[in-house]
């Protein structure tokens, strides 16, 4: 579901797709991922996701949560994201 022209951003670094899929194939540092609050705006071709998720961070135990944005596209019939932003997740206190 990945553009081919897909960038993200995240980690202070900005991924083009191969980056990014290569990045995520690696043993994730976080268990316990779950999505909250999601809000979808369609807007003609573009679809913009704004969420919340939650997760914990498996080196240290760490509750954290982080804000997002997906902006997707209908290209050809079908959505497909072409960016992304994800901060940093900040520890729950």
């Known amino acids: 579901m990945l553009a081919e022209d ?46 919340r998720v939650t997760l914990t961070t498996i080196a240290d135990g760490v509750a954290k949560e982080a804000l997002y944005t997906d902006a997707y596209q209908k290209r050809d019939g079908t959505w497909v994201c072409v960016a992304a932003c994800a901060p940093d997740p900040i520890a729950i206190a």
Do not use: C, S
């Not at 993200?8 to 779950?34: C, M, S, V």
């Open 6 to 51: 897909f960038i993200i951003q995240i980690e202070g670094t900005t991924f083009n797709r191969d980056e990014y899929l290569e990045y995520i194939a690696k043993p994730r540092p976080f268990k316990d991922l779950a999505v909250h609050d999601v809000n979808i705006r369609i807007l003609g071709d573009v679809a913009l996701i704004h969420a």
